[in-house]
């Protein structure tokens, strides 16, 4: 069984960086690409960063690019996701999710992890 486990969110001021983890367990974090998505209120979820199952490839929203970084850890099974220069736009309830395919879609998610909240203050 697949479990997704988020952590690392928080209240921080706008300009600040935060460190999300996304620990998995069940299978290694190669096995399948996992990707950050967010949903703040009133919003509907949406894809953040993904990073692919096999070469390791990234993939950024336009409005996180450059400023938030995904990466993953095979020794510690972890994916974290570096957000730096927050703003309070950035305020959501963050998830980690996880697909064996190859569309990168809400639906297309075989696991999900409960969300961690991240508030970018002013």
């Known amino acids: 069984q697949v479990q997704l486990v988020e952590s690392g969110g928080g209240l921080v001021q706008a300009g600040g960086s935060l460190r999300l983890s996304c620990a998995a367990s069940g299978r290694t974090v190669s096995s399948f690409a996992v990707i950050w998505f967010r949903q703040a209120p009133g919003k509907e979820r949406a894809i953040v960063a993904g990073?692919?199952?096999?070469?390791?490839?990234?993939y950024y929203a336009n409005s996180v690019k450059g400023r938030f970084t995904i990466s993953r850890d095979m020794a510690k099974n972890t994916v974290y996701l570096q957000m730096n220069r927050l703003q309070p736009e950035d305020t959501a309830d963050y998830y980690c999710?996880?697909?064996?395919?190859?569309?990168?879609?809400?639906?297309?998610?075989?696991?999900w992890g409960k969300g961690t909240l991240v508030t970018v203050s002013s």
């Open positions: 990073i692919s199952r096999s070469s390791g490839s990234t």
């Open positions: 999710a996880a697909t064996y395919g190859s569309t990168w879609s809400i639906h297309g998610m075989d696991y």
